[in-house]
T-cell receptor, first 117, second 109 residues
């Protein structure tokens, strides 16, 4: 089945210790997204890619970086995690507007829950 | 600014019907989504509306009025497994997806 996969599902890191979260997709979607979601809040968009065209949200801290080496894979790097970065990190994909059918739904991976100690 | 408003929490009884409302103010409109999110899991797609009216899909229906900036999600024959958060999200004219904070639905026996 075509899907979005995130690894690991749970990640514990120490304050200030760099961590990388990974996402892969078999949907062949051109657009990939990274969201941060804290309890009882809306998902907050950190970045998105149209193919390799990187788009950073204006309020995404410099502490967060991303890489997309190819269509299938995308990485989220947190350079110096703080206690406030503990959250669920969601990767999602979608078709690019103007391609395929009308519905531009986003397909989500299961998420990585990050704990900072 | 852009914002989406939906109630924080609702409670309903198993077997009953519940309507979750969503109002939005966005820079343009290219469609509205409803997603279901169980605690600790990722959102899953429920419905999409781009034209006014009602879209029915099994026990779930979603309604849109673009002139009023309003949508609702109707859940019938509620089951315990429907206990989850329901998120409303709108695609604006820049194809950005603007999310509501979600409505936590609690189903009681």
């Amino acid at each position: 089945d075509a899907m979005v996969i995130q690894n690991p599902r749970y990640q514990v890191t120490q304050f200030g210790k760099p961590v990388t979260l990974s996402c892969s997709q078999t949907l062949n979607h051109n657009v990939m997204y990274w969201y941060q979601q804290k309890s009882s809040q809306a998902p907050k968009l950190l970045f998105h890619y149209y193919d390799k065209d990187f788009n950073n949200e204006a309020d995404t801290p410099d502490n967060f970086q991303s890489r997309r080496p190819n269509t299938s894979f995308c990485f989220l790097d947190i350079r110096s995690p703080g206690l406030g970065d503990a959250a669920m990190y969601l990767c999602a994909t979608s078709r690019e507007p103007g391609t395929g059918g009308a519905v531009l739904e986003q397909y989500f991976g299961p998420g990585t829950r990050l704990t900072v100690t | 600014g852009q914002n989406i408003d939906q109630p924080t929490e609702m409670t309903a009884t198993e077997g009953a019907i519940v309507q979750i409302n969503c109002t939005y103010q966005t820079s343009g409109f290219n469609g509205l989504f409803w997603y279901q999110q169980h605690a600790g899991e990722a959102p899953t797609f429920l419905s999409y509306n781009v034209l006014d009216g009602l879209e029915e899909k099994g026990r779930f229906s979603s309604f849109l009025s673009r002139s009023k900036g309003y949508s609702y999600l109707l859940l019938k024959e509620l089951q315990m497994k429907d206990s989850a958060s329901y998120l409303c999200a709108v695609i604006n004219s820049n194809y950005q997806l603007i999310w509501g904070a979600g409505t936590k639905l609690i189903i009681k026996p």
